[in-house]
Every structure is written in structure tokens, then in C-alpha cells.
């Protein structure tokens, strides 16, 4: 028997709580309907986007659907976006299906929708992610066009199971022999600090091996990077050459699941290699611990191999990973009509 089922836009505000509830089923650190929706109130309410010089969509915009069954009850959602500073060309996607429904066409559904609007707007990718622990979920996407572009892992450090050796070094002194101190955000309040945090981020997040499209402005930066839920300008851990910024990891407390998430770690590059994400590192595994959380998660790309082998080092235990997948608007589209085709003739 098929699932009975209508896309529909989200209705807010009474969507938010069952939405919140099927992505913690898909994401790592829990969310809620309050969080959601302080999300939404940083977005703009009108999209606009444009072709570049090079013929490829630039600029915002957004579409969310969700499937509905019969009982009113969320089956799945897609959410596809593109920000600013995203690649052009590009656009974003989330797609997730209750796991009871999955196999039933929700996700196809879904995914037409997605990319019957990205066709209005002229894209000419569509990009996202699987766990690399879902075969299933990898085996939809590739039949329908996508292709495996990289893989990144999580890892954890259950706080409980740090080695002494470990919980016994000193940051300040491994920094002060490259002639830094250690700070964080909260010695430096204001916009300055923040202007001085950005100033280091812009360029090491383009040093990630992963990274795609740009760096947002500076305010766009704040809200996405600072403005987030767990941020604590304590937290964010910095290693400093007199007043100039040198290296930087961010640090969320998730409360919620008494846990730690290094949301970021970049060092200049004319301080690699003399251990001060290392550092850095260590510093968070001491606050995590002072404040008595459970553990510490973070991802990392798997080309990044210097922040892995400082995590391995540090007793990261590795976890499951992602699969960034894209493909081209042409190959999905020509999948989507196979399928139709298939559906009517078969």
C-alpha cells in the first residue's frame, strides 16, 4: 500500500517542533523548535539572485517543503538555499525522510521539488550530504546523478578517558615557547576583539581543503559563527603574537547533551607548525573538563591530515563521516525523468 502524502510549504510557527524533532533523527548535536526559529529571524525574507559574469547564479534565496501524510504528521523535508557567499552555481540542500516512510516516494517528491526550483533560478548544481553509515540514503542520490565529491569525519574524546598525560600539559607554556600568549574572546570584548577574530578566520577557512564558495561578511560571519547556540566568548580560545591574532578554536557548549563542539580551528600561516593548534586543542579538552562536560566532538575533512593526526594524538576516537555529494541540474533532471517515464510505462 502506498503512503498517502502532500508537499506543502512549512506553516510557522507550528511547524517548527515536529520539524525539530525528524532532524534529530539526522543531525549530530540536537536542535529545538526555539533554536529553529532564532535560526530563521537572521535569514532575509526575499530572496534575490542573479547570473555573474561567468553565467552562473549568485546571490540568496531559499525554498522549504515538507511531506505530510494523511494524519498531518511530517514524513520528510527538504530545504534547498543558497547564501552569498556560497559557490555559484551552487545551491545547498537538506533532505530527510522519517525513517518508518523511507522507499515510498517522499524522497523523490522531495528532491523534484528541489529541483524544479533551482531550474527557475537558472542553478547548475545541487550539493549535500549523506552519512557515510547510510548506504541507502548514498544509493538514492547516486541514482539519481550525484557523485561522492569528498568524505569528512567526526571524531570524539569522551572527557572521562583523557590521559593524564594529556590533561597534564600546560597551553600556555607550549605557546609561550613560540613567544604567544593564550587568550580568549572575553579578554578582548567588543567589536574590535571580533574584528580582530574575523581577521584570522577569512583566510585559514580558505585553507580548508573542503571549502567552497567564500567567506560571508563580516556581519554575516557574527551571526553564523558567534551568534550560534553553545557560543561562549570564553570558549573561544585564542593564541595571540602581542595584540595580533594567531591562531583561534571556537568552542560550543550543546547543554543539551552536556557536550562540546569544536566548531573551529585555524591557525596563520606563518605559525603552522609550531603546535599552536595543538595548543589550542588542549586548552578546549581543560575547559570541557572544568565544566565537567561529557565530551568533546568535532568533524574534520579527510584531506585535512594535520588537524587529524593532532586529534589522534589527543585520543580522538573516530566516529561516522559524511559523504559531500553533488551533481550537475542536467544529470539529476535527466534521472528524475527516467524514473517518471518508468513510473508511467511500467
Known amino acids: 500500500m502506498n503512503l498517502a502524502y502532500t508537499l506543502r510549504p512549512l506553516r510557522l510557527p507550528e511547524d517548527y517542533a515536529p520539524l525539530a524533532e525528524l532532524l534529530n533523527g539526522h543531525w549530530s548535536e540536537p536542535t529545538s523548535a526555539e533554536r529553529l526559529e532564532e535560526d530563521d529571524k537572521k535569514l532575509y525574507e526575499v530572496g534575490h539572485t542573479w547570473k555573474d559574469d561567468n553565467g552562473l547564479l549568485v546571490g540568496y534565496d531559499r525554498t522549504r517543503r515538507v511531506a505530510v501524510t494523511e494524519d498531518g504528521s511530517i514524513a520528510g523535508y527538504v530545504w534547498t538555499w543558497r547564501a552569498p557567499w556560497t559557490e555559484p552555481g551552487y545551491l545547498c540542500n ?3 525522510v522519517r525513517e518508518d516512510v523511507r522507499e515510498q516516494g517522499v524522497g523523490k517528491a522531495l528532491l523534484r521539488h528541489a529541483h524544479e526550483w533551482a531550474s527557475e533560478l537558472g542553478a547548475s548544481s545541487l550539493i549535500t550530504e549523506v552519512w557515510d553509515d547510510q548506504p541507502e540514503a548514498l544509493h538514492f542520490a547516486v541514482r539519481r546523478g550525484f557523485i561522492v565529491e569528498r568524505h569528512a569525519y567526526q571524531s570524539l574524546l569522551p ?3 583523557v ?5 597534564e600539559l600546560d597551553p600556555e607554556t607550549l605557546l609561550a615557547r613560540s613567544g604567544l600568549r593564550l587568550l580568549t574572546l572575553a579578554d578582548e570584548p567588543g567589536e574590535e576583539g571580533k574584528r580582530k577574530l574575523y581577521e584570522l578566520a577569512t583566510p585559514t577557512m580558505r585553507d580548508i581543503p573542503s571549502f567552497l564558495g567564500d567567506v560571508p561578511d563580516f556581519d554575516q560571519w557574527k551571526k553564523w559563527y558567534l551568534e550560534v547556540d553553545g ?3 570564553e570558549l573561544v580560545l585564542i593564541a595571540a603574537d602581542g595584540d595580533r591574532f594567531v591562531g583561534m578554536t571556537n568552542v560550543l557548549h ?5 557536550g562540546m563542539y569544536h ?5 596563520d600561516k606563518a605559525y603552522r607548525g609550531k603546535g599552536v593548534a595543538q595548543a589550542l586543542k588542549l586548552e ?6 572544568r565544566r565537567g562536560a561529557d565530551y568533546i566532538r568535532t568533524d574534520n575533512d579527510s584531506m585535512n591530515e594535520p588537524i587529524l593526526a593532532i586529534n589522534r594524538k589527543l585520543g580522538y576516537q573516530p566516529l561516522r563521516g559524511m559523504y559531500r555529494i553533488v551533481a550537475s541540474m542536467e544529470t539529476v533532471g535527466e534521472a528524475l525523468m527516467r ?8
Open 94 to 96: 537538506t533532505l530527510v
Open 159 to 161: 572527557l572521562s578517558d
Open 163 to 167: 590521559p593524564a598525560s594529556i590533561a
Open 231 to 233: 557560543f561562549r566568548p
Open 254 to 258: 550543546i547543554e543539551a547533551t552536556n
Open 263 to 267: 566548531e573551529y580551528t585555524g591557525v
Open 284 to 289: 578546549a579538552i581543560r575547559e570541557g573538563m
Open 339 to 346: 524514473e517518471h517515464r518508468e513510473h508511467y510505462e511500467g
